[in-house]
């Protein structure tokens, strides 16, 4: 009996057996993740430091700068973006693929993710062939291309909920060690993966700026008036964002064995913090206004079937509480990491009009997460949740085992108290308005093809006066 997601093969589990198959992500068709040798005639795709090789293929809703088109799905190959919806009209595609890009077509892509995971495979190969060096139908993919120097774009997805986690084990004892020097971890952290629910109206694509929050603060030493009025301590969290692709029924959960089948792809994500609002609004219910005012995303979705080259293994200290079983699986041991390079740049209002370019503040590693993406999938569900296409998890703030690799500036200044300088001899605490931040990813190795994720940006405007 043939493997019921066709046409991915051969079908690695025992039995071959739909009705016996353990492991529907492990069926494998050979070209889905094409050879790292394999070239572009898309010349740019072969460019030193490329993030979009054409062994990515990454997601992103667009249309023309400054026009008046409808947004809709594209795929960046090196820099250019393959319009969706030109493929769509000119019918270069056939079965699953002609449906999948149809779908992919659209203003957003969550009908694309609703598909599942076996149509996003199908319309990745049947781009991937054309855009090959020596392809029959390079003529007919080439009239479908966009510059990426002439797009705009928009929030990928119609995101209906907004999970916010807090996957670093290393951010949480920073953070905890602060406020709780002889106790940082709080006894549930090493047992369940930690989240609240965030905000999704105010999740913005890179490039699009916002205003510095308002609120209320602790009252001064002296008064019991809490104050008001801008942050005056803004902090970057570093993150990666989780679109869902395919969806769940209402208490039905997602097993650790399906969950990754489940996730559409990986961006970059900056959940800007207000950290002096936050201590006095959070108890007892979490944190609000806080949180709630901008969440920016870079708008390059990357699939969890380009970075399979860079899975690793994942790892728990020994007298470490091990995974209950809801949250263990053999593949979470040889596979369960994402071996994702990450780095936080700034650039102040003083640098810019110098003609300076941003400064690389922090370099760390997602791999150094304490949770998995599978695992943040199965907890979420495990009590019924139901699970939408679109919907997005961020990752936390993913610090690695030392200071430098902090992801957030209240962690790099310690709670500031020591400030960053910078070249030129600017320092920082926390951000000042006009201060412009930049999130990168990527995935590099040698025999493997490079993966990035391009970059996630906003600048800090001055608070509303009035």
């Given amino acids: 009996m043939g493997c019921p997601v066709q046409p991915w093969t051969p079908c690695r589990c025992p039995t071959g057996s739909p009705t016996h198959c353990k492991e529907p992500h492990r069926h494998v068709y050979p070209e889905r993740n094409p050879d790292p040798a394999l070239r572009s005639w898309v010349s740019s795709a072969q460019a030193e430091g490329a993030d979009f090789t054409l062994q990515n293929l990454p997601f992103a809703a667009f249309r023309r700068q400054g026009s008046d088109e409808a947004y809709r799905g594209g795929v960046a190959i090196g820099d250019q973006i393959v319009d969706l919806a030109a493929v769509a009209q000119a019918g270069i595609f056939s079965g699953l693929a002609a449906e999948a890009v149809q779908a992919g077509a659209r203003e957003q892509l969550n009908a694309l993710m609703a598909m599942g995971q076996p149509a996003w495979s199908a319309l990745r190969l049947a781009l991937s062939r054309p855009l090959r060096e020596g392809a029959a139908e390079q003529a007919a993919l080439q009239a479908c291309l966009v510059a990426q120097a002439d797009a705009e774009y928009t929030v990928p997805a119609r995101i209906g909920d907004y999970t916010d986690f ?82 769940n029924a209402q208490g039905e959960p997602i097993a650790m064995a399906d969950a990754e089948q489940h996730v559409f792809g990986l961006c970059r994500l900056n959940d800007w913090s207000a950290r002096d609002i936050q201590p006095w609004e959070y108890q007892p219910l979490g944190p609000l206004l806080s949180k709630n005012f901008a969440t920016t995303i870079s708008p390059w979705i990357v699939t969890l079937e380009a970075l399979a080259h860079y899975r690793t293994a994942f790892t728990r200290p020994a007298d470490d509480p091990q995974p209950l079983p809801y949250l263990d699986s053999p593949q979470l041991w040889t596979e369960g990491a994402v071996d994702v390079q990450l780095e936080v740049l700034l650039q102040t209002p003083q640098m810019r009009d110098q003609g300076v370019p941003a400064e690389s503040l922090i370099q760390t590693n997602y791999r150094h997460a304490y949770w998995t993406i599978a695992q943040m999938v199965a907890h979420h569900t495990v009590n019924g949740c139901n699970l939408q296409s679109g919907d997005l998890f961020g990752s936390g703030t993913l610090s690695g085992p030392t200071l430098d ?24 605490t926390w951000l000042l308005d006009g201060d412009s931040i930049v999130l990168r990813g990527w995935c590099q190795k040698a025999g493997a093809a490079r993966i990035g994720f391009g970059e996630c940006e906003a600048t800090i405007l001055p608070a509303r006066q009035g």
């Fill in 405 to 428: 690799q902090a992801g957030a500036l209240i962690e790099l200044t310690t709670g500031g108290k020591h400030p960053v300088t910078l070249a030129n001899g600017e320092s920082r």
């Fill in 166 to 247: 807090y996957t670093s084990v290393y951010h949480a004892t920073n953070i905890g060690a602060q406020f709780r020097p002889d106790n940082p971890l709080l006894p549930n952290y090493k047992w369940i993966p930690i989240g609240y629910h965030g905000r999704a109206s105010c999740m913005n694509v890179s490039g699009t700026d916002f205003r510095r929050p308002q609120g209320q603060t602790r009252p001064p030493e002296g008064s019991h008036t809490p104050g008001f009025g801008p942050s005056q301590r803004l902090d970057i969290e570093l993150e990666l964002g989780i679109f869902i692709g395919s969806g």
